[in-house]
C-alpha cells in the first residue's frame, strides 16, 4: 500500500515510475508528462533503470549485453539490485528531499515482474534484497503501460533498426506474453498505487490518459498553476 499524501514530509517531491514490456512507450510517456509537469512550474528529473547513476549505468551494460541471464537469474537480481541500492541512494533520494518530483522509466516492479514471475525467483529473495537496497522507498504512482505484445514487439523492432536486440528484447513470444500478464497481475494487486494504461493508442491520447489518472491521484484539488 502506497503511502498516503497525509503520511509525505511536508516539501517532498513525488515518486513517478513506468512499467510495461517491450516497446509500450514508457520513454515517450515519461517524456510528455514531463513537460507537461515542468509546464506547471514543477522541478522534474527524469531517471531510469538499470541505470541513472554512474555505477548503475555498469551494471545495465552487463544486464543487458546478457551477462546476468548467463549467471542464472537469481545472479541477475543482484545486479538489479546493486544498480538500485547506487541509483537510489545517489539520484532519487537526494532528489524526493529536495521536493523534485522524480519519473522513473522501470523500478522494483520490473525485478519482480522480469526475475519473479518469470525467472522464477523466490518472492522472499527479492523481498529481502528491497529491504536491503531501498527500504521504505515506494513510487507514490507507478502507471503500467499495457499493449497486445505483437505491437509493442514491432515497436522495439522499428525502434533498434538494425541493431541487435538486448537481452530482453531478444526473449522468445511466449516470455512476453508471461511479462504482459505478470504485469497485469502487479496492477490488480495493488490497486492503490498502480494504474493500468491503455498503450494501444497514439501517444498524445495515451499522454491524456496518464494525465487523468495523475491529476486523480497526486492533484485532486484544482489549482491554477495545473491546467488540463
Keep these: 500500500m502506497s503511502e498516503s499524501t497525509g503520511q509525505r514530509p511536508s516539501g517532498r517531491g513525488r515518486f513517478i515510475t513506468f512499467e510495461g514490456g517491450e516497446g509500450t512507450g514508457k520513454s515517450t510517456q515519461i517524456k510528455k508528462l514531463a513537460g507537461r509537469l515542468s509546464a506547471a512550474r514543477l522541478r522534474i528529473l527524469v531517471t531510469r533503470e538499470p541505470g541513472g547513476s554512474p555505477g548503475a549505468e555498469i551494471m ?3 544486464v543487458l549485453s546478457g551477462m546476468g541471464k548467463l549467471l542464472g537469474p537469481e545472479a541477475e537480481t543482484l ?3 546493486a544498480a538500485r541500492d547506487d541509483h537510489v541512494h545517489t539520484v532519487i533520494e537526494p532528489a ?7 519519473l522513473c522509466d522501470r523500478f522494483a516492479d520490473s525485478t519482480r515482474a522480469y526475475q519473479g514471475s518469470l525467472g ?3 518472492a522472499g529473495l527479492i523481498n529481502a534484497m528491497q529491504r536491503v537496497t531501498i527500504g521504505d522507498l515506494k513510487p507514490d504512482l507507478t502507471f503500467i503501460l499495457d499493449l497486445p505484445v505483437e505491437i509493442g514487439l514491432a515497436r522495439a ?3 533498434r533498426g538494425s541493431s541487435t536486440p538486448d537481452r530482453f528484447e531478444g526473449e522468445k513470444l511466449a516470455f512476453h506474453q508471461g511479462l504482459r ?4 497481475k502487479i496492477s490488480v494487486d495493488d490497486p492503490a498505487r498502480c494504474v493500468l494504461i491503455d498503450a494501444n493508442s497514439d501517444p498524445d491520447t495515451v499522454a491524456g490518459r496518464v494525465w487523468a489518472a495523475l491529476r486523480e491521484r497526486l492533484l485532486p484539488t484544482p489549482a491554477s498553476v495545473i491546467s488540463a
Excluded: N
Aim: avoid cysteine.
Design 157 to 159: 523492432a522499428a525502434r
Design 60 to 62: 545495465r551494460h552487463l
Design 96 to 102: 524526493l528531499k529536495q521536493g523534485v518530483w522524480v
Design 181 to 184: 500478464e505478470a504485469y497485469r
Design 120 to 122: 522464477s525467483v523466490p
Design 79 to 81: 545486479l538489479f539490485a
